[in-house]
């Protein structure tokens, strides 16, 4: 499988595909494994691994797209003044909401 960098080339669909790719070759690890005719164990660890990369790009792209829309809004609310961050601040210290 592909590293880290590499697996960060390909779009959210071709992730999605390699990742039903990776688990179904661990599914027919797992199974040559229970029969006896895995000769090489390390194979499903680097499988696992490979799972793991893929679901940790999808997940920096999740929380990129979520970091872009909160700026986006947050974007607006500076724009007018508003600032959520500030009364949040002032509720804490005084513990009175208005």
Do not use: C, W, Y
Not at 33 to 57: C, E, K, P, Y
Not at 82 to 93: F, I, K, L, R
Request: net charge negative.
């Amino acid at each position: 499988m592909a590293k880290a960098a590499t697996l960060r080339t390909l779009s959210d669909d071709q992730l999605l595909d390699e990742l039903e790719s990776a688990r179904q070759e661990l599914f027919n690890l797992r199974f040559a494994f229970a029969t006896g005719q895995l000769d090489n164990s390390a194979q499903m660890s680097a499988t696992r691994r490979d799972i793991a990369r893929i679901h940790t790009v999808l997940r920096e792209r999740e929380i990129a797209a979520a970091d872009a829309l909160a700026g986006a809004s947050q974007g607006s609310a500076v724009s007018t003044g508003a600032s959520q961050g500030s009364a949040a601040v002032d509720t804490a210290e005084t513990g009175d909401p208005s």
